[in-house]
């Protein structure tokens, strides 16, 4: 089993930062990757990133190239999200999510992620 918990969500203005954190415990060792997605009302739960643990290798989605970095600090089970120059259409809850890559990258494919934290929320809004 393991558990992640996501922290770092709110209220942010349009062009402003905020870092999502995601707390991993449990037998994470079991586990080479870890994904940031994020669903939004009514809409599909789109990926946005993932970073390898074993060698530190990241994956971008295009919602988050250029804007996004993912972080990981393994000595304490984190693993950040950075995210620059915030849109309105970024408003969304967002998730971590941890697993096995099929191949030698991590994706932002679901089917690769085996649990789940709860998610935080993130508005962004003048």
């Known amino acids: 089993q393991v558990q992640l918990a996501e922290a770092g969500g709110g209220l942010v203005q349009p062009g402003g930062s905020l870092r999502l954190s995601c707390a991993a415990s449990g037998f994470t060792s079991d586990y080479d990757a870890i994904g940031w997605f994020r669903q939004a009302p009514g809409k599909d739960r789109e990926g946005l990133a993932c970073?390898?643990?074993?060698?530190?290798?990241?994956y971008y989605a295009d919602p988050a190239k250029g804007r996004f970095t993912i972080s990981t600090d393994n000595a304490k089970n984190m693993v950040y999200l950075q995210m620059n120059s915030l849109k309105p259409e970024d408003t969304s809850d967002y998730y971590c999510?941890?697993?096995?890559?099929?191949?030698?990258?991590?994706?932002?494919?679901?089917?690769?992620?085996?649990?789940w934290g709860q998610g935080t929320q993130v508005t962004v809004s003048s």
């Open positions: 970073i390898r643990i074993s060698d530190g290798s990241t």
């Open positions: 999510a941890i697993g096995t890559p099929y191949g030698s990258m991590c994706t932002a494919f679901e089917g690769e992620y085996e649990y």
